[in-house]
């Protein structure tokens, strides 16, 4: 992830624990300059062995560079791409900033822009304020419409926090609906108490979703999509499951086995281990002094990534569901488990809940991709079950073991609603 500005945004969402990183460089003008972006494409396109390499923008804003940067950065990957190479970029925005000529560069070069926004304006408004605390809802959707206007292809990243985890249903068919996306991430807010910003310390924030309303925020959503939205909105941890049912190696960074693959790079070039951990004991070096391959492969990173499966608690690895959760990301590994082993990821809860409920729909969609049907065809043997399962229903007796399958008797299950 390349943060051309790093930490400088135009917002100051109150949950964003990247504008602490600012105190990293107290004497920096936060503008990557043309050298460490030329030294960076050129590396980074030389070494990669692969038909499509992706470059990614994040902040901060990266936006705030301007858009001649980006054109320059465009001509650099041009320039070094190898024969029969695509080279394609993606770029995480607020959409504040964005006019009618950003959109149209990004059409021309075929940016995909990721866009935050945290469900209706209440919802979103609660924490993604700007820096005199004045809400951004308008300037952000007014962004969204310019990239429909220019048919920018973009998808959304929705944060789950204190302010809208109880409201699962509004902010999905809100970006469903309203905004039109097809393309969803729920990203779980878990943010370190302290006043550093950095991955330190065992308490969160009031801010921070709680493990049990994460899991019932993505169930809720889940128990919508399967039946009417497979195949036509694609929510990222639901493709991730759907994959790993498959034997798929996760997608999902946090969901796989080890990390290490999504180092960040800093403005300066100082190159880190990961997004969340841009922080003076995980920072591997300077692009200026190392080969970006040599500090992608270096012990240090690769500790850094095996870490992640050599700590999980045994809790976790005796759990049903560790193929597809992992012990999830390393950030939020803040509890300590039952028997007392320290490791527990703060969301086990709710992961645990999510990956149990969905585990039945998930086995099914994989069976049919298996049978080179798509996963859609679900939503027609789900609707036949519960229309199977109302008809059971309505010819049941009060003492009659309810036809749901519960084991419990009809009067002290689906019968209490309807006697």
């Known amino acids: 992830m390349l943060k051309p500005r790093g930490a400088i945004c135009n917002l100051d969402c109150a949950y964003c624990y990247f504008l602490f990183k600012e105190k ?15 030294n960076f494409t050129r590396q980074y396109v030389e070494t990669q062995r692969v038909q499509e390499v992706t470059f990614a923008w994040q902040g901060g804003e990266p936006t705030l560079m301007g858009l001649d940067f980006f054109r320059g950065a465009v001509e650099l990957q041009k320039k070094y791409a190898r024969p029969g190479v695509r080279v394609s970029n993606a770029l995480q925005t607020n959409a504040a900033t964005l006019d009618d000529a950003w959109c149209e560069f990004f059409r021309a070069n075929d940016f995909l822009l ?7 304006r209440e919802l979103h408004d609660a924490y993604r304020v700007d820096k005199g605390g004045a809400p951004t809802f308008d300037r952000v959707m007014h962004g969204v419409e310019l990239l429909k206007k220019h048919k920018v292809e973009f998808n959304i990243l929705a944060t789950v926090h204190a302010a809208n985890a109880n409201d699962p249903l509004d902010v999905y068919r809100f970006l469903r609906d309203e905004v039109g996306t097809r393309f969803i991430q729920f990203i779980p807010i878990v943010e370190r108490d302290n006043a550093t910003g950095f991955q330190e310390g065992n308490t969160v924030t009031p801010r921070s979703v709680t ?18 939205d497979v195949g036509r909105v694609y929510v990222q941890i639901f493709d991730v499951a759907l994959g790993g049912r498959l034997g798929q190696r996760a997608s999902l960074c ?6 290490g693959d ?8 100082d190159l880190f281990s990961c997004d969340h951990f841009v922080e003076p004991r995980y920072k591997l070096g300077n692009l200026s002094d190392i080969p970006l391959v ?9 500790k850094f990534g095996t870490d ?12 049903a569901v560790r193929f597809i959760c992992n012990g999830g990301c390393p950030k939020d590994r803040l509890l300590t488990a039952p028997d007392g082993e320290p490791g527990l990821n703060y969301l086990c809860e709710g992961f645990k809940a999510f990956f149990t409920h969905i585990d039945r729909s998930m086995k099914t969609m994989a069976s049919l991709v298996q049978q080179q049907r798509p996963p859609a065809d679900y939503m027609l043997l789900l609707a036949r079950e519960e229309v199977e399962l109302e008809r059971k229903l309505a010819r049941a007796t009060r003492n009659d073991p309810c036809p749901c399958g519960s084991g419990n008797k009809f009067k002290h299950c689906h019968g209490r609603s309807s006697k």
């Open 294 to 302: 040599e500090m992608v492969a270096s012990l240090q990173q690769r």
């Open 211 to 228: 493990a049990k309303q994460y899991g019932d925020f993505l169930i809720a959503i889940f128990d919508e999509w399967v039946r009417r």
């Open 114 to 120: 990721g866009v935050s926004l945290d469900g209706p």
């Open 262 to 269: 999504a180092l960040a790079m800093e403005h300066n070039g």
């Open 254 to 259: 946090i969901f796989a086995e080890t990390c």
């Open 24 to 38: 990293l460089y107290p004497d920096s003008a936060f503008r990557m300059n043309d050298d460490v972006l030329k």
């Open 308 to 319: 992640k499966r050599d700590a999980l608690p045994r809790y976790c690895r005796e759990c």
